[in-house]
């Protein structure tokens, strides 16, 4: 058996580590959305103790990789780069099937409406970075 810690650590400092996921947001947000990939990753990781570290890896990349590909996608439009609703529909449908693969099929999403929904809630300029990412959460935390 592999070591579950050591796996954590290693996931957890490759997502971390990587700057080009967050470079878009002020920290209150990158640190929001730094939480969730982490904390979703070791959801994620602690599920695969039973697994020798080839078995682990093959369960979880492709599930990281999603993480990682979320966060980016979040934050992009947490910061405002999704401003026209033909770009947000993209980025739901994007979104859904990253958060499919992190979560997998059992999990309940959230519908297309709420999430189009949510992601419109950019234009009103009333709300942070940081508190659309943690609407975000919440609208995920509702369903698993």
Known sequence: MANLNER????IEEISGNEALLEM???QAATAML????ATAKSMIS???ELDDFAADLAILPRLKAIRQSMRSIGNWAAGKYADPESRIQ???KLLGHFRTVFGEKRE???PRQLDELLSQVDDKKYT???L???LQDLLDQRG
């Open 91 to 93: 980025l739901r449908d």
């Open 35 to 38: 939480n969730w990939g982490i």
């Open 25 to 27: 947001l002020d920290t």
């Open 133 to 135: 990412i943690l609407k």
């Open 129 to 131: 970075p940081h508190e």
């Open 109 to 111: 999403l959230p519908s």
């Open 8 to 11: 954590m650590e290693r996931v």
């Open 47 to 49: 599920k695969t103790r």
